[in-house]
């Protein structure tokens, strides 16, 4: 059963904006370092991303998706809810599958840092759609 903070709306908002803001400073730190030329710090810092959003991100995630999480519990209440929860899943298959390509990237010889701050970028922005679209359809005031 989800915990009672993923079920009330001012807390799981809070737990989002949390996580994006962090999120988002890990960004900034990315494009300085890159503005900067320091390609070892850089290197270090997108893993701290990587690691960052595996631990809050897509761990809070694999918690709404699980047996008896915050999903089921939803699509148990109000079936008309289906779609949209597999939509919402489908974004966090989408965040997983970026930190994976991060990771792939990361591990090449030359690393194309440009592309793996896109990558970043790009799971903030699925992460913030995907955070208004479950507090306005699956959570109440």
Same mark, same amino acid.
């Given at each position: 059963m989800a915990g009672p903070a993923l079920r009330q709306l001012h807390a799981h908002r809070a737990i989002h904006d949390a996580s994006l803001g962090g999120a988002e400073d890990?960004?900034?730190?990315?494009?300085?370092?890159?503005?900067? %030329?320091?390609?070892? @710090?850089? +290197? !270090?810092?997108?893993?701290?991303?990587?690691?960052?959003?595996? %631990?809050?991100?897509? @761990?809070? +995630? !694999?918690?709404?998706?699980?047996?008896?999480?915050l999903y089921q519990e939803a699509v148990d209440k109000n079936p008309a809810l289906h779609d949209k929860v597999q939509q919402l899943t489908r974004d966090h298959d989408l965040m997983r599958n970026m930190i994976e390509r991060m990771r792939t990237e990361l591990s090449k010889e030359a690393v194309d840092f440009q592309k793996l701050i896109d990558y970043s970028v790009s799971i903030i922005i699925v992460d913030e759609i995907h955070s208004r679209d479950e507090e306005q359809f699956l959570l109440d005031d």
């Open positions: 890990h960004v900034t730190d990315m494009k300085t370092l890159l503005n900067k %030329q320091e390609h070892e @710090a850089l +290197a !270090e810092e997108m893993q701290s991303f990587i690691e960052y959003v595996e %631990q809050r991100i897509l @761990a809070h +995630a !694999e918690s709404e998706e699980e047996e008896n999480g």
